[in-house]
């Protein structure tokens, strides 16, 4: 079946550093969603890419949509202790458009 | 606009118990969404819902799990009996107009452990 792969799975690093997750699907995506869980919290929206090859920026964070809308990627530059959680991607089932989650990168701030 | 709303937070119960899930969407929005997350199967759709009808259920792991949404502002999701697999965080979430192209708005779970 469908799967959505994010790597890493955990990633540690010093405030001030920079972090990226990618996200890679089996399947062509007609868009892509991230969201972010803080710890023992919920899932919260990010954004939503669309187009192919499309780069947006909220702040600190610049997400990216493959030319090929089968990956794509979150940074984030000079980390800080708020950003702190569980990223995930996701995008539509290939033919019943149910979300697919990806595996999420889970990510640790130390200060 | 006060979010998803789901009840109860905590749920602890002992095997063969019947468990009941409580959710209540963000008033207009037309799609309801039941998952389920676990360390081991991640962020898992169990079912979801349009105008209260169900229209995927295909991730409901087996008959011992049913879904409901007899209003517009309200939904369930019981487990009977539970078994101690069924221990995970359930997150209901729901969405204005659509699936996958709309953003969801996620609930703050309810953590459930069967003994």
């Known amino acids: 079946g469908q799967q959505v792969m994010q790597i890493p799975q955990y990633q540690h690093v010093q405030e001030g550093e920079d972090f990226t997750t990618y996200c890679n699907s089996s399947?062509?995506?007609?868009?892509i969603q991230w969201y972010k869980q803080r710890p023992g919290g919920h899932p919260v929206f990010l954004i939503q890419?669309?187009?192919?090859?499309e780069v947006k920026k909220q702040k600190r964070l610049t997400f990216q949509f493959g030319e090929a809308k089968k990956n794509s990627s979150l940074h984030i530059t000079a980390t800080q202790t708020t950003d702190v959680g569980t990223y995930f991607c996701?995008?539509?089932?290939?033919?019943?458009?149910?979300?697919?989650f990806g595996t999420g990168t889970r990510l640790q701030v130390f200060p | 606009d006060a979010g998803v709303i789901q009840s109860p937070r905590h749920e602890v119960t002992e095997m063969g118990q019947e468990v009941t899930l409580r959710c209540k969407p963000i008033s207009g929005h037309d799609y309801l969404f039941w998952y389920r997350q676990t360390m081991m199967r991640g962020l898992e759709l169990l079912i979801y819902?349009?105008?209260?009808?169900?229209?995927?259920d295909s991730g409901m792991p087996e008959d011992r799990f049913s879904a409901k949404m007899p209003n517009a502002s309200f939904s369930t999701l019981k487990i009977q009996p539970s078994e101690p697999r069924d221990s995970a965080v359930y997150f209901c979430?729901?969405?204005?107009?659509?699936?996958?192209?709309?953003?969801?708005?996620f609930g703050p779970g309810t953590r459930l452990t069967v003994l």
């Open positions: 979430a729901s969405s204005f107009k659509g699936v996958s192209t709309d953003t969801q708005y």
């Open positions: 819902f349009n105008n209260n009808v169900p229209i995927d």
């Open positions: 399947t062509t995506l007609s868009n």
């Open positions: 890419l669309v187009k192919s090859g």
């Open positions: 996701a995008g539509p089932h290939y033919n019943t458009d149910k979300l697919i």
